[in-house]
């Protein structure tokens, strides 16, 4: 691994190109319901699958690079070309001081979660194995400074676990999981026994389970009509760790994390500063309802310490790394989407590592992030 | 009041008593709906509950474990107990000049008084003249407190289905009987407009201009949870565990809506009061609001103000347990944070609530302390206050 700038950041998102699935999905049997760029009746293009308009109707999600951050592409010729294609992707690492970029989706969903929801499990594995496979075929093979992580069928078991084997067998070094599946499908809850095989591979094949913020926005306060575009996104990000917080919760209480203890899980693009409320309101509620006389050998704070990241790209780290520790914090530049710190990471890692001794700094933009994917 | 010993609960619960509806809503008009205390079987055992609007509608707010009274910080080993029957709760829940003696026991000065059984909301029946006359009687019976001793502040609550007028003449109405402060659901059922929907103007003039907060408790109606389906894995407690935990979210959910809105900006004086949401939810709401408001430039979008200004205006929230959310305290805003007991839920600490605020205050100055422990309460509240020259 050779580092030039320091800094590893741990969640990116790659803007799928619209001839992803078409190009790879046979046309012959599964016609129009393959992902695919349509036109809108207003002119704008979007995303449609299986007759369904995802992303929100966008064509792609990258206000950061966009002349005006707040107004995402209405059509596919407007998307810079940094988003799609890895060589223009490596010089915005650059012009950045970004050394390795760890990769999630967006079209497939922020937190993988798309193709969860259709309900035909062969178009489904369909569309999560093209994917797998574009992503190491463009970028994995572009640049060692990309990290591919793969994307799993949500259910059964059985096939998430054949498919991260796979996946991984090719080159991917992560394994992006919706937290909240039953809000996708007809599926078990999250904290059931059936989803052990999954937790179990990640364990037996070293790879980071990753729970991206935003699995499931039906837990996320809505906003009201008729804000701004500008003033809705803002909300809808402020609002998104919602998720990450009820994933660690069940996460924790549930037992998962004690019964696999070498699972370690990613809580992408988390933020850092609800954790300490987090943690100090588990561990007393864990107190408070007499759960140590439960079997539980641990308090879910120890848990969190034991197996989990937290990634952040905007707050500070020193308050609340003296509280759960440096080695828990990854950093990340969330390119290229609206919330993401480019073109100005460097002037906000500045900011919000200051206090913090070199040592430790080097931990939180690289050293954790290397050792968690084997750099 | 006289601050005697230097403590404010700005969240605790009043227990009505059994008659307190029945004896202000019209039995001619409203019946056996009237909420009251009635005799129920549950897993085959005779007990007692509050029933709303006719036991079996389905609007029945309580049957389930926190008996026929909320108050387990009263009742006694084994922690927690709830009282099955009537006659076994205690009169220092229910009775305001038997409750005094609890808050000297406990030495606490004074408490502002959320809602308990039979219900924070009268909501469920869906009956819009019903939510009124409930609300009226319950607003009514808590200023009753509020003249027994002035060591209570009283919250009001609101009639949500009624006009808007309405709600602002009974947020007026219970002004002038003493409550200091209006206690409302950051969710509110469908058919109802979103808390920053401009429909709820006239609730923030309001209250900005009597100078009183409107308050959001615990999950504060959110429904998050409500859309994750039961595990059946959990045993009771870890479900509770499970379940109350992420209350500590509700700051991180509405106060966004209501920067984001424009609600603050638009309503400078309006105070916001989250009650056991913990305080360290507001590290993460100033850190991303502020950075989603630099990042993409929303002065440009109405909002002219910095998010962190707005919040350490108009936000105030309440600890209990969290030493390292007070170690954080000048990040939250040392104004912006009151002490809360929670009394007599399962929460609270009573009657060794000092003990705890010693642990939790830990290496913190006098200036501060002061702060934390009541000033900052008469303030929020207006509370006439005679304080000591030392406490």
């Known amino acids: 691994m050779q580092l030039k700038y320091g800094l590893i950041s741990v969640d990116d998102h790659v803007q799928e190109p619209p001839d992803l699935w078409t190009s790879r999905l046979s046309k012959a049997k599964w016609g129009d319901r393959i992902p695919h760029v349509e036109q809108a009746s207003d002119g704008s293009e979007r995303w449609v699958l299986d007759g369904q308009v995802v992303l929100d109707g966008h064509v792609a999600d990258v206000g950061a690079i966009m002349p005006d951050r707040n107004h995402e592409p209405r059509r596919w ?14 010089k915005a690492m650059e012009a950045d001081g970004v050394d390795y970029s760890v990769l999630y989706p967006t079209v497939a969903g922020h937190a993988g979660e798309t193709f ?9 594995l369909a569309c999560v194995q093209a ?35 796979r996946a991984v067998g090719r080159g991917h070094r992560g394994v992006i999981y919706p937290g909240m599946p039953m809000h ?5 809850h999250i904290n059931g026994s059936e989803y052990n095989p999954i937790w179990s591979v990640c364990e037996e094949l070293g790879v980071p389970l990753c729970l991206h913020a935003g699995a499931s926005t039906r837990l996320q306060y809505a906003s009201r009509e008729g804000l701004s575009p500008a003033l809705a996104d803002a909300l809808s990000a402020a609002t998104r760790p919602v998720s990450s917080v009820y994933m660690i919760t069940h996460f924790s209480f549930s037992k998962t994390l004690i019964e696999h203890p070498k699972l370690r899980v990613v809580m992408g693009e988390s933020a850092l500063s609800w954790g300490m409320l987090y943690m100090e309101w588990a561990d007393h509620q864990f107190e408070h309802d007499g759960l140590p006389r439960e079997g539980y050998e641990m308090k879910p704070s120890e848990m969190f310490k034991r197996q989990c990241f937290f990634t952040s ?14 080695d828990r914090i990854l950093w990340s530049t969330n390119y290229p989407l609206a919330t993401s710190t480019w073109p100005r990471t460097r002037e906000t890692v500045t900011r919000c590592l200051e206090g913090v001794p070199p040592a430790e700094r080097d931990r939180v933009l690289w050293g954790n992030a290397a050792a968690l994917y084997g750099l | 009041m006289e601050i005697k010993f230097g403590l404010i609960s700005a969240d605790s619960h009043v227990a009505l008593d059994r008659d307190a509806f029945t004896k202000r809503m019209s039995a001619a008009k409203w019946g056996e709906r009237i909420p009251q205390v009635i005799e129920v079987e549950v ?30 910080a009263v009742m006694g080993d084994p922690f927690p107990t709830y009282p099955e029957r009537w006659e076994d709760v205690p009169r220092r829940a229910t009775d305001p000049i038997e409750r005094l003696k609890a808050l000297d026991e406990d030495r606490v000065d004074a408490e502002v008084l959320f809602p308990n059984n039979p219900a924070p909301n009268f909501l469920g029946p869906k009956d819009k003249d019903f939510e009124l006359d409930a609300v009226v009687a319950y607003n009514d019976a808590v200023a009753e407190w509020r003249r027994a001793s002035d060591r209570y502040v009283p919250l009001a609550l609101v009639p949500y289905l009624s006009d808007i007028s309405v709600i602002v003449g009974e947020i007026e109405r219970s002004y002038e009987l003493g ?31 009597l100078g009183v907060p409107v308050h959001f408790h615990g999950s504060a109606g959110l429904q998050p949870s409500a859309s994750i389906p039961r595990w059946d894995g959990y045993s009771i407690r870890a479900l509770h565990s499970s379940s109350t935990t992420p209350s500590s979210v509700t700051p991180g959910q509405v106060i966004p809506n209501l920067v984001f809105s424009g609600v603050l900006e638009r309503f400078p004086q309006l105070k916001c009061v989250f009650a056991e949401a913990g305080i360290g939810g507001l590290n993460y709401v100033i850190a991303v609001c502020d950075h989603e408001w630099e990042t993409r430039h929303l002065w440009t979008e109405g909002l002219s103000t910095r998010p962190s200004e707005l919040v350490r205006r108009q936000i105030f929230v309440n600890f209990w ?31 060794h609530s000092w003990e705890h605020v010693e642990r939790v205050l830990e290496g913190v100055s006098e200036d501060d302390r002061r702060k934390l422990l009541y000033e900052n309460a008469i303030n929020v509240y207006g509370i006439d206050a005679k304080v000591p020259a030392a406490v």
Not at chain 1, 313 to 326: L, T
Not at chain 2, 43 to 72: H, I, L, M, Q, T
Not at chain 2, 323 to 350: C, K, T
Request: with cysteine; charged share 20%.
């Open chain 1, 184 to 188: 996708l499908r007809d599926v078990p």
């Open chain 2, 321 to 351: 347990f969290e030493s390292g959310g007070i170690q954080l305290r000048h990040n939250i805003g040392i104004d912006n944070i009151m002490w809360e007991s929670d009394f007599p839920h399962v929460a609270s600490y009573y009657p």
């Open chain 1, 313 to 326: 790209w905007f707050d500070n780290v020193a308050p609340y790394a003296d509280f759960y520790g440096y």
């Open chain 1, 77 to 90: 010729d407007e998307v810079p070309a940094a988003a799609y294609r890895p060589a223009e992707r490596l």
């Open chain 1, 131 to 165: 994917y797998n496979d574009w992503l190491i075929d463009e970028w994995g093979a572009a640049s060692d400074r990309f990290v591919p992580q793969c994307i799993v069928p949500l259910w059964p078991a059985e096939a998430a676990v054949a498919e991260i084997r």
């Open chain 2, 179 to 209: 409550h200091r402060g209006v206690n409302l659901l950051g969710q509110l059922p469908k058919g109802l407009p979103l808390l920053t929907d401009p429909h709820w103007y006239p609730v923030w003039e309001v209250c900005q201009a």
């Open chain 1, 116 to 124: 969860g929801r259709l309900t035909d499990p062969e178009l489904e």
């Open chain 2, 43 to 72: 897993d085959g055992r005779k007990v007692e509950r509050w029933s709303v609007y006719a036991k079996g509608s389905g609007s029945d707010a309580n049957f389930g474990v926190s008996g026929v009274c909320n108050c387990p």
